[in-house]
C-alpha cells in the first residue's frame, strides 16, 4: 500500500470525522461550512479511488453514513426546541392578557 495513494483519502477520513465533532457539539454553521468544504475536497479526488485506498473509501462511506443520522437529530432537536420555545411563548401571551383584564383598587 502506498502512502502517496491513500493520503488523499486518509485526510478525508479526518475531515469527516471532524464533521461528526462538529455535529455531536451542535455546532450547526460550523458543521455547514466543514461539509461545504469537504464536498469541494472530495471532488478532487480520484474516481474510482485506487484498490491500495478502498479500506479507507469504505471507512469514510461509513463515517458519512453515521454523520447523516448526526445530521437528522440535530435537526430534530432543534425542531424540538424551536416547538417549546413557541408553546412557551404562547402560553405567556396567554398569561399576559389574562392579566391585563384586572382592575385597579389602588386608583
Do not use: C, W
Not at 22 to 38: F, S, Y
Not at 40 to 57: E, G
Request: proline share 5%.
Amino acid at each position: 500500500m502506498r502512502r502517496s495513494e491513500t493520503a488523499p483519502f486518509e485526510r478525508l477520513v479526518k475531515m469527516i470525522e471532524h464533521e461528526l465533532e462538529l455535529a455531536a457539539q451542535g455546532r450547526v454553521q460550523e458543521l455547514r461550512d466543514a461539509v461545504a468544504k469537504t464536498g469541494a475536497y472530495m471532488a478532487t479526488l480520484p474516481s474510482p479511488a485506487p484498490p491500495a485506498a478502498a479500506s479507507i473509501v469504505l471507512r469514510a462511506q461509513a463515517l458519512r453514513s453515521r454523520l447523516k443520522i448526526e445530521a437528522v437529530r440535530l435537526q430534530e432537536n432543534i425542531e424540538i426546541s424551536q416547538a417549546s420555545l413557541r408553546r412557551t411563548r404562547r402560553i405567556s401571551r396567554k398569561y399576559r392578557q389574562k392579566q391585563g383584564n384586572r382592575y385597579s383598587t389602588s386608583a
